[in-house]
């Protein structure tokens, strides 16, 4: 990714990254929307709801858009007509058109089918400066409307959502990606009682565990050990009985302070008679069961971490930017490959 492509447009659970300035001039629609908040657009994302569409075929779009060199498989290609008409990319339309006509099928007519879609211009919670956790919070509870039934923010510091995927193979250890804002930032591998991270540029080898930037020791006790700078902090995993929901306790270190971040319980719902927890987040994200779903709160009670699986193999977690990435890395790792009790199924 390069540094330009810093607006996001959030498509269910996923949240795309692209430059303003080159989507404007492949899309009619997105310059229309973000022409009205030119002067302070840094404030706005873009909110797209759609069944129409899928991740896949807006990932590829969006990276048609950015100029960036991909192939489209064919099977692909009414799809990125179909986003290219909605989104008015009159030059990428033409070329799928023109692809079609061409390899496709010389008889084919085009019929839009868009019509259960909508791109909205919302307003990004306003952020202030903190200096201390305990004045964080992105509760679901922190907005409301105002009499236009328009919502209305509190002033919120900002946060960071990483992506964290999943890859398993075969016969070998099982590896883990965390990204942030599209790009990789750390990578992961885990075998019977270690979590071994390392920087996102580099591989991990794990005869060379000693020198990789965090080794994490899952005890059988419950509890993973961070190791991680020349120091170090634990991880508690607690599970609550009524709902069988675990989740973490941690104490940690930052800037010569000293935070507790601990599990929200979980509330049941009489409606359901189901447990649930509060997941959504700042963008009310959508998040699918999992038993490594959780939601941490600090010693106010306000919500400063939370992790939800959007889909198989994909984790999303959402926290402080101000939070040490290190730190962040081990939580979410941690979170998704669970304590050394039994083998986990992700």
């Keep these: 990714m390069i540094s330009s ?27 229309q929307l973000v022409q009205s908040v030119i002067e302070n657009r840094e404030q706005y994302y873009m909110k797209l709801i759609s069944s129409d569409f899928t991740v896949e075929s807006l990932d590829i779009f969006f990276k048609l858009c950015m100029k960036e060199p991909i192939n489209v498989p ?62 964080f919070d992105f509760d679901e509870e922190s907005t409301k409307l105002n009499d236009n039934n328009q919502k209305v923010y509190h002033s919120l510091p900002k946060v960071v959502i990483y992506e964290l995927n999943i890859v398993k193979k075969p016969l070998r250890a099982t590896t883990f990606s965390l990204k942030k804002e599209g790009k990789v930032i ?40 961070v190791v991680m700078n020349d120091s170090k902090f634990f991880i508690n995993y ?30 049941y719902n009489n409606k359901t008679n189901k447990f649930t927890l509060s997941l959504g987040g700042e963008y009310r994200a959508k998040s699918v069961v999992s038993k490594h779903n959780m939601t941490l709160i600090n010693s106010q009670g306000k919500i400063v971490f939370i992790c939800r699986k959007v889909a198989n193999g994909k984790f999303e977690i959402e926290t402080s930017s101000l939070l040490n990435s290190d730190i962040a890395a081990a939580l979410a790792f941690s979170a998704v490959v669970g304590p050394l009790v039994k083998k986990n199924i992700i």
């Design 186 to 225: 750390y990578r992961a591998k885990s075998n019977h009682s270690f979590i071994f991270i390392e920087d996102g540029s580099h591989e991990i080898r794990m005869s060379n565990s000693e020198n990789l930037k965090i080794k994490i020791n899952r005890k059988v006790e419950n509890i993973n050990e």
């Design 74 to 135: 064919t099977e692909m290609v009414e799809d990125i007509l179909q986003i290219s008409d909605f989104f008015k990319a009159d030059f990428l339309k033409e070329s799928a058109l023109k692809h079609i006509y061409q390899n496709i099928n010389s008889n084919y007519i085009f019929i839009p089918s868009h019509s259960h879609t909508n791109l909205e211009l919302e307003k990004i919670n306003n952020i202030h400066c903190i200096d201390n956790f305990d004045d």
């Design 238 to 267: 607690i599970t609550f009985p009524q709902s069988n929901i675990s989740s973490m306790d941690v104490i940690f270190e930052q800037n010569g302070q000293q935070y507790r971040w601990r599990p929200m319980e979980p509330k």
């Design 5 to 31: 492509q810093s607006f996001p447009i959030i498509f269910n659970n996923h949240k795309f990254y692209v430059d303003p300035e080159r989507m404007s001039e492949s899309s009619h629609k997105f310059q």
